[in-house]
């Protein structure tokens, strides 16, 4: 039997079966179910399915700062180029590898079409933050006089996006993960080699 508290295995079911069946497949009984309890009991920890992802946004926003980071929590700001390439790779690393951010990525992509709010969701998360996050950085850096002055907006967009289409791309061809992290680090060091102060 999990040890884990009855609410985080609800949510964590819930997850893996959002990301497996989309939010609209999956009721409060199979959540339940795959928690290992009766579906009444669910109703002690949670109002319904809506609270329930209400939680998991929380809980997966939370996980997600402390272990990428935020614009409102960088992290160590990188003192060289260099860094910057470490730091961005462990950072694809954790993306791809994580479980529960794997699954999220997952649920996100199959419901945008069907969920306004799961589309800003994904547009939160895939976007946004990661340019929002890089923005700061790159200030930092700029500040600091590691990197070259220009427009941090600007330079974290074209530092994320490509990077996204090749996580998309792993997303869809997990046999593909080494040559996707190939060309991410090769972009990254012609980034850092074209933007160093």
């Given at each position: 039997m999990d040890k884990k508290p009855t609410k985080d295995r609800i949510l964590d079911s819930a997850l893996t079966l959002f990301a497996e069946k989309g939010y609209d497949g999956v009721g409060v009984d199979l959540i339940a179910e795959n928690a290992g309890i009766k579906g009444p009991s669910l109703y002690k920890h949670f109002?319904?399915?809506?609270?329930?992802?209400?939680?998991?946004?929380?809980?997966?926003?939370?996980?997600?700062?402390?272990?990428?980071?935020?614009?409102?929590?960088?992290?160590?700001?990188?003192?060289?180029?260099?860094?910057?390439?470490?730091?961005?790779?462990?950072?694809?690393s954790f993306t791809l590898h994580d479980?529960?951010?794997?699954?999220?990525?997952?649920?996100?992509?199959?419901e945008q079409f069907r969920s306004h709010r799961?589309?800003?969701?994904?547009?939160?998360?895939?976007?946004?933050?990661?340019?929002?996050?890089?923005?700061?950085?790159?200030?930092?850096m700029m500040d600091n006089g590691v990197m070259r002055q220009g427009d941090p907006a600007l330079l974290s967009m074209s530092?994320?996006?490509?990077?996204?289409?090749?996580?998309?791309?792993?997303?869809?061809?997990?046999e593909r993960e080494q040559e996707a992290m190939g060309r991410i680090e090769e972009y990254f060091r012609y980034f850092a080699d074209k933007h160093k102060a």
């Open positions: 109002k319904g399915k809506e609270d329930i992802l209400d939680a998991l946004i929380e809980k997966v926003e939370s996980y997600y700062e402390a272990n990428f980071g935020s614009e409102n929590h960088p992290g160590r700001i990188p003192s060289s180029m260099e860094e910057l390439v470490t730091f961005s790779l462990d950072r694809i479980p529960m951010v794997s699954k999220v990525r997952r649920m996100l992509t199959m799961i589309a800003l969701l994904a547009t939160k998360y895939n976007i946004d933050s990661v340019q929002g996050l890089y923005q700061k950085i790159f200030q930092k530092f994320a996006a490509p990077v996204s289409l090749l996580i998309q791309m792993c997303d869809r061809e997990p």
